[in-house]
């Protein structure tokens, strides 16, 4: 057997593969259930943290400026580790999955706040006064004058932050969440083969490529129109 | 509460645990943070080259690596390549993983920031005398290193952050004394104090980097 056989034989075996598809499968629809519920629920709650900060409350505020700060400072994994390795010892124990989705939900949620809280103030204060001037109420003016363009601006970074959160969804491996990574690397040590994990690096390719390459696009046409 | 999640027994007992795992921790950001940068402006410079051959695929491995999670990329090293005979350590692996990805995203950076450079300032250099690579030393790289510093700035807090990975290849950094800290003592007073620790490190930058953010998307 050449080498390059061996290799393919080794990364690439299709037997191995096969026999560990559905295993891998299963994953990956954990790793999307889990990326769509930390991607809703994490950019909703920062949309609604820079609506509240917008409200002007000195003490909400700095609260609030506390948290996101904390949770931008704060490694993913440290907040899922402690989620999920911490909290029982006050006899509060989510699993894994729960972990994982809250962690990164709380970090999507502080860097999305950022994000859209820079894209409001980014609106001239001359449009709010007009819009209100017309006899638009606080919200009207929000939703119906700065929101639009606020999220417009927005999207480019907010669509590239909101990619590189979502693939920490590997992270849940570490707290036994039978995500792709996890599935991938308890179907290597079963089979004493790491074709699974070729597979599962594949996985994360088809669901993580396309959204790389439409972020990677967004730039260039918000860039553009500038 | 306090006893539970703060208790000083705990950690007066398992204080040098923790420490030597923010040692590892700086120590495993000194070396990465700066090969990613090496990395990033390889890929930066390479897409200056006009050539679809070199344009073309320096886009796909850009984007690739981009698309990989990097705990994907470290398991793959670690827990992979020893079935191909060539077995790494827990530290070589972190270094290669991180400067894959982190490569990548700084590559993209720095390319943003030499494009943001207008090309009558090389013209300019050029026609002074200045050569290639000391048009690009003195003139376009420091423009261009101030023009994307806030995302430089936000790449390395990710970088830093991400050195937490090690702790999966039981690299003996901060959160990985912690977790061993933790179970030896069955509480969980060391992981709050690990995350006290990360967190009294990079508040400060977290600081610096939403006013420069906010500064630069105003100024839109």
Known sequence: MSNWDRFVETFFNGRMMAKYLPDIAYGTLVTVELAALVIVSGLAAGLALALLRSLGYRPVNLLLIFVVDLFRALPPLVIIVFIYFGLPAIDVSPSGFVSTWLSLAMVLMAFSEEIFWAGITSIPKGQWEAARSTGLSYGQTLISVVLPQAIRLTIPPLTNRTIAITKGTALGTVVAVSEILGMASSAVSNSYNPSPLTLGAAAYLILFFPMVVFGRWLETKMRWKR | ?220
């Open chain 2, 1 to 220: 509460m306090l006893q539970t999640f703060l208790n000083p027994d705990i950690i007066s007992a398992a204080w040098k645990i923790i420490l030597a795992g923010l040692g590892n921790t700086v120590l495993l950001s000194v070396v990465v943070v700066p090969l990613g940068l090496f990395g990033g402006l390889v890929l930066a410079l390479l897409a200056g080259v006009r050539s679809p051959w070199v344009r073309w695929p320096l886009v796909v491995w850009v984007d690739f690596f981009r698309a990989f999670p990097p705990l994907v990329l470290l398991i793959f090293l670690f827990a992979g390549l020893p079935f191909a005979g060539l077995e790494l350590g827990g530290f070589a692996c972190v270094c290669i993983a991180f400067f894959l990805n982190t490569g990548a995203y700084y590559g993209e950076i720095l390319r943003a920031g030499i494009e943001s450079v207008p090309s009558g300032q090389i013209d300019a250099a050029r026609s002074t005398g200045l050569g290639r690579l000391q048009t690009m030393l003195y003139v376009v790289l420091p423009q261009a290193v101030r023009n994307v510093l806030p995302d430089l700035l936000s790449n390395t807090l990710e970088v830093v952050k991400l050195t937490s990975l090690g702790s999966v290849v039981a690299m003996p950094e901060l959160l990985f004394q912690a977790r061993q800290a933790q179970s030896l003592t069955y509480n969980p007073t060391p992981i709050v104090v690990a995350a006290l620790i990360y967190f009294v490190m990079l508040w400060p930058l977290v600081r610096l980097l939403s006013r420069l953010e906010n500064r630069q998307l105003a100024r839109r």
